[in-house]
């Protein structure tokens, strides 16, 4: 029974999951959808009443009789990397690539279609506050007067954006920002503007949750800083214990979203509690695990190489 | 927005604190880039509305900023037999802690050009 391990090429944080599974003798195909057609090569029949299927690439192959589960960690998009690629060509490969996944009988970290809602924004913080976690007064609009309310009625206001820093060259970043009472809304007419109740916080909290197992680290943060992310400050991610009431809020959000992995951001203020920022579904936790030594990587080795969903008691680390 | 449901998703223990004192500032590159050249510019883009006949930024954009991400080629390479990349000398890359925290792969900036999962 092999993992498929879907990424590219230069995702050295999938290395680290890749080393565990060569540790524990685990067979594994590593294909990054992007050198499909070419490098890559798949096939998949519906005859004689069965349907069975096959990928190459690297040598390496992998029927769909013999797949354990599927990581989809950081793929590239289909037919990416074609002699002429078009938005067909990708479209057509897709439907070949992932119509065979699906027709497998298999484990998903994480399932596409359940990744796909999870990234939105608006409705984490929507899960979130049912799964009993703190989640700050926040707006998603288009009509400026709404947004200046917002900013008048909280005062420090944050905004970030939704879905990431706009794609091009050269690369740009859209760090989480504090806005006054003073900005000028109109652009909020021309583009969704996420805003956020700003929590002045002592520390971020990074908590990565893989099945049933949780990791969290604390990095402390400087007086007034708002996106942990950016600036140096000097200080370093370390373990922390999950309090039991946010361990309960957490595997209430990954069974009703039905992630297998996430990556939770909190904002911890001066009174210690956590305040729910975002949950990446497919968040990087390369950093954690080589600053704080959580054996996360094997622990996403573990999930993957299970034939089976676990029936583990719920950990806390 | 309705308000109501605004403040059903503040913790009550969290809503009676007092707000502190933040200094709210225009993000200095935003002065220099401002100075400049318009943000759909620099950012090769161009993401403007039509309002009222004139071009309007979306809000979120005014707050971009260049990643400073760096373009350097990593010293190490995909190895097909292993399926992971190694360094110049047959180790996995992963071996060498100090060269991933030097080169930021696995931070949680990393990949968000063309993956917003960070």
Same mark, same amino acid.
């Not at chain 1, 289909?78 to 002699?83: E, R, S, V």
């Not at chain 1, 497919?282 to 936790?285: A, I, L, P, R």
């Given at each position: 029974m092999t993992v498929l391990i879907l990424t590219a090429e230069q995702d050295v944080t999938a290395d680290m999951v890749v080393a565990k599974l060569h540790e524990r003798g685990v067979p594994m195909v590593r294909l990054d959808p992007a050198d499909l057609p070419g490098k890559a090569v798949l096939s998949a029949d519906y005859a004689h009443g069965d349907f069975d299927g096959y990928l190459s690439v690297n040598g390496h192959v992998l029927s769909m009789g013999g797949l354990r589960s599927v990581w989809v960690r950081r793929p590239g998009e289909?037919?990416?990397?074609?002699?002429e690629p078009s938005a067909w060509l990708t479209a057509e490969t897709r439907q070949a690539l992932f119509g065979m996944l699906y027709s497998a009988s298999t484990r998903w970290m994480n399932h596409p279609r359940r990744a796909e809602q999870a990234r939105h924004k608006p409705w984490q913080l929507r899960v979130a506050h049912s799964s009993g976690f703190a989640v700050p007064p926040t707006v998603i609009t288009t009509a400026p007067r709404v947004a200046q309310q917002f900013v008048q009625e909280y005062g420090d206001v944050v905004v970030k954006s939704a879905s990431g820093p706009p794609p091009g060259e050269p690369p740009a970043a859209l760090p989480t920002t504090l806005v006054g009472p003073d900005t000028d809304f109109s652009g909020v007419a021309a583009g969704p503007a996420l805003l956020q109740r700003y929590i002045p916080k002592r520390a971020d909290i990074r908590l990565t949750g893989i099945g049933t197992r949780l990791f969290a680290a604390r990095k402390a943060a400087e007086p007034g800083q708002v996106d942990g992310r950016f600036g140096e400050t000097g200080n370093g991610w370390e373990p922390t214990p999950v309090p039991h009431r946010i361990a309960r809020a957490v595997h209430d959000y990954l069974a009703f979203t039905g992630l297998a992995y996430a990556a939770f951001d909190f904002a911890e203020d001066a009174e210690g509690i956590w305040w729910f920022l975002e949950c990446n579904q &497919? &968040?990087?936790?390369g950093f954690v695990e080589l600053e704080t030594g959580q054996p996360i990587a094997d622990e996403v080795a573990v999930w993957l190489a299970q034939r089976r969903p676990g029936l583990r008691i719920p950990e806390e680390h | 927005m309705d308000r109501n449901q605004a403040d059903t998703q503040v913790n009550p223990k969290c809503a009676s604190q007092k707000r502190r004192d933040v200094m709210t500032f225009t993000p200095m590159w935003q002065k220099v880039m401002n100075s400049l050249r318009p943000c759909h510019v620099w950012l090769g883009i161009d993401h403007r509305a039509t309002a009222g006949g004139s071009f309007v930024r979306p809000f979120t954009l005014n707050y971009a900023q260049p990643s400073g991400q760096s373009a350097a080629v990593p010293p190490y390479h995909f190895d097909v037999s292993l399926q992971l990349n190694v360094l110049p000398d047959g180790r996995p890359a992963v071996s060498d802690r100090a060269l991933l925290m030097a080169t930021g792969t696995t931070t949680s900036t990393a990949g968000s050009q063309t993956h917003f999962d960070d």
């Open positions: 289909p037919a990416a990397h074609a002699a &497919g &968040g990087q936790f | -």
